[in-house]
């Protein structure tokens, strides 16, 4: 069994869902639960989701890791257990909530678990202050919210809502909430900024310091600063195929950015955006020019510094042997 969880979620008016909340998620979950589950469900085989009445909800209680099911019997929301037997592309809401619920609970990281179609699973939601919403059923609870003499608060409409709402990993900052989704990897030590974003399946290993963006499918390592309004090109947003990654003890300066990856120790200075057909110049530490070649044959090296020449415009790569070190006292999140 590759992964399974039981959720409180909310649906439509038609039944449908809209979102899952898992408390507890397991990877690899012990074959002696699988079992047990078999036993009480009837469970089949493959990946399976299956809708909890109060009986089932008892007999999971049964089993240590589902104690806290209990709480959810006679729940106003229902009620679900999703088994995933393999890493295969979601099929359902609840499927892709699991997935997405796996990374910011650290279990898996970015770029590891089988996504793909997830944005044509996931159904637009209007995310209130009175929970998820079907955007076709906003207006009646709008006007009923003005009937009652206050406003419905609606904070977005998107298809993914905020990690927060649903995990809050353990020694992180986040400043701004809603500037990161659900299904981001925040590792220990890290701050993200009120400028910060992280996109799912995304993340930083920590400890970094996050004030610009992290795109889906981008990893930054430890110890690496992202300045602020510095980005990362993800697969969605032009990146293509490459998964852009930036190595340990990198700093992207502010209003920086790179669309290639990066290895370890690297700079890219202030308002300086690298594409994988930037022209660069080599010059190494004795400033002699070693030739020209487009960023995309330097992806994944490391201790480089990446200026433009002030004089000329030309951007050059020169050696850089000092790694950037972060200020230790900003990943103190305890």
């Known amino acids: 069994m590759f992964s399974l969880a039981f959720g409180v979620g909310t649906k439509n008016s038609d039944g449908a869902w809209l979102e899952i909340y898992y408390p507890r998620p397991l990877l690899h979950p012990d074959q002696s639960i699988v079992d047990h589950l078999s036993t009480i469900l009837d469970y089949p085989e493959g990946n399976y989701v299956i809708d909890l009445n109060d009986d089932m909800i008892d007999k999971l209680g049964e089993i240590t890791e589902f104690e806290g099911i209990v709480e ?76 009652a003499g206050r406003v419905l608060e609606v904070s977005s409409v998107d298809k993914f809502p905020k990690m927060t709402n649903y995990v809050v990993p353990s020694g992180v900052r986040i400043a701004h909430s809603a500037r990161v989704r659900l299904g981001a990897y925040l590792g220990e030590g890290t701050t993200v900024m009120h400028e910060g974003f992280v996109n799912f399946n995304a993340g930083a290993l920590g400890p970094n310091m996050v004030e610009g963006r992290i795109s889906q499918g981008v990893i930054i390592k430890s110890g690496t600063d992202l300045g602020g309004s510095a980005s990362t090109a993800g697969t969605l947003s032009g990146g293509g195929n490459t998964l852009i990654s930036i190595g340990q003890d990198c700093l992207i300066s502010a209003n920086a950015g790179t669309g290639i990856p990066l290895g370890d120790r690297c700079t890219i200075e202030a308002g300086l955006y690298i594409t994988p057909g930037t022209i660069v110049q080599l010059i190494d530490e004795h400033k002699n020019k070693l030739g020209i070649v487009k960023a995309r044959d330097l992806a994944g090296q490391s201790d480089m510094l990446f200026i433009r020449n002030s004089q000329s415009g030309i951007v050059e790569c020169r050696s850089n042997l000092k790694a950037i070190e972060l200020n230790e006292m900003l990943h103190t999140n305890n």
């Open 72 to 147: 959810l019997k006679e729940s106003s929301k229902p009620v679900v257990l999703t088994l995933l037997e393999r890493d295969s592309s979601p099929k359902s809401i609840p499927e892709a909530y699991l997935k997405l619920h796996l990374l910011s609970h650290r279990l898996v990281k970015p770029n590891t678990l089988n996504l793909e179609g997830i944005f044509g699973i996931l159904p637009n939601v209007a995310w209130t202050d009175i929970g998820a919403v079907d955007p076709k059923e906003l207006g009646i609870l709008q006007l009923k919210a003005r009937a």
